[in-house]
């Protein structure tokens, strides 16, 4: 079983950024996704999610209308695509399947917004 994010880097504030979070293992298709962030010194926060079968999506305020969640279950895939990025958003960027008690996360990727 594995959930492995892709796509962070260091962007400009104003830019965009596409994560993916790559499912391995189960059958993703099943699952809820989230996409939750972790600055340093901070707790861990939820950014967005997307529901299975329905692909209902939610968003956290600080997000709302820049951030994008969705999925491809043909590819085991969720996309997070971010833009108008500002510094506030630098975070490490963590992936979670959940099924009733099952939970998967991944290890994380580095989204750096600075000038």
């Known amino acids: 079983v594995q959930l492995v994010e892709s796509g962070g880097g260091l962007v400009q504030p104003g830019g965009s950024l596409r994560l993916s979070c790559a499912a391995s293992?189960?059958?993703?298709?099943?699952?809820?996704v989230r996409w939750y962030r972790q600055a340093p010194g901070k707790e861990r926060e939820f950014v967005a999610s997307?529901?299975?079968?329905?692909?209902?999506?939610n968003y956290a305020d600080s997000v709302k209308g820049r951030f994008t969640i969705s999925r491809d279950n043909a590819k085991n895939t969720v996309y997070l695509q971010m833009n108008s990025l500002i510094p506030e958003d630098t975070a490490e960027y963590y992936c979670?399947?959940?099924?009733?008690?099952?939970?998967?996360w991944g290890q994380g990727t580095q989204v750096t917004v600075s000038s």
């Open positions: 979670n399947a959940k099924q009733a008690t099952v939970d998967y």
């Open positions: 293992g189960f059958t993703f298709s099943r699952y809820h």
């Open positions: 997307i529901s299975s079968p329905l692909g209902i999506t």
